[in-house]
T-cell receptor, first 115, second 114 residues
Framework: DQQVKQNSPSLSVQEGRISILNCDYTNSMFDYFLWYKKYPAEGPTFLISISSIKDKNEDGRFTVFLNKSAKHLSLHIVPSQPGDSAVYFCAASARKSYNTDKLIFGTGTRLQVFP | DTAVSQTPKYLVTQMGNDKSIKCEQNLGHDTMYWYKQDSKKFLKIMFSYNNKELIINETVPNRFSPKSPDKAHLNLHINSLELGDSAVYFC?????????????FGQGTRLTVV
């Protein structure tokens, strides 16, 4: 039962353009959402997060949007840079339900930014 | 200065052996985790410890036994290794602040059972 889904396994974007990565979830108890970036042979690195009480959070080139009614979130990267090429994982947590910050991860989207 | 460090980074071993993976964090966090990334790239939580106490065990076989000697360390012992245990194991930590927060991950340990 995959509670967090990333339906696009890969995405290719030209440098300077916008990258949009999507994520859907099924568990309405999730109250915190995160995006992680992962390079090969390294651990996931935290990128940006959003609480369920917000619909947008911005940090530099990265913006996360949350649509609770659709159970959907997206990560926008603009402008995209070659160094952004990595696998991006969407994750969710439900602290009140689990009494911990355990993360439920999506399957990842491989982003490739080409010159 | 590494925040969450795991050793070893690579581990190749035969079926039936017992092995350990060590994890240390220098962030002063109260909570530590073990996650497993399988061949299909699914990242799933295995265990969560808070101040040396086990709070989550996600139906992991009892051949896997985490041990937390202090809140900065969470080691993973695996007995009677099986081929299906081959995966990348990630240690992580997060602060216990009463609010939602992100976890910090180690670089992973790639375990190959032959």
């Amino acid at each position: 039962d995959q509670q967090v889904k990333q339906n696009s396994p890969s995405l290719s974007v030209q440098e300077g353009r916008i990258s949009i990565l999507n994520c859907d979830y099924t568990n309405s108890m999730f109250d915190y959402f995160l995006w992680y970036k992962k390079y090969p042979a390294e651990g996931p690195t935290f990128l940006i997060s959003i609480s369920s009480i917000k619909d947008k959070n911005e940090d530099g080139r990265f913006t996360v949007f949350l649509n609770k009614s659709a159970k959907h979130l997206s990560l926008h990267i603009v402008p995209s840079q070659p160094g952004d090429s990595a696998v991006y994982f969407c994750a969710a947590s439900a602290r009140k339900s689990y009494n911990t910050d355990k993360l439920i991860f999506g399957t990842g989207t491989r982003l490739q930014v080409f010159p | 200065d590494t925040a969450v460090s795991q050793t070893p980074k690579y581990l190749v071993t035969q079926m039936g052996n017992d092995k350990s993976i060590k994890c240390e964090q220098n962030l002063g966090h109260d909570t530590m985790y073990w996650y497993k990334q399988d061949s299909k790239k699914f990242l799933k939580i295995m265990f969560s410890y808070n101040n040396k106490e086990l709070i989550i065990n996600e139906t992991v076989p009892n051949r896997f036994s985490p041990k937390s000697p202090d809140k900065a360390h969470l080691n993973l012992h695996i007995n009677s290794l099986e081929l299906g245990d081959s995966a990348v194991y990630f240690c992580a930590s997060s602060p216990w602040t009463g609010k939602n927060t992100e976890a910090f991950f180690g670089q992973g340990t790639r375990l190959t059972v032959v």
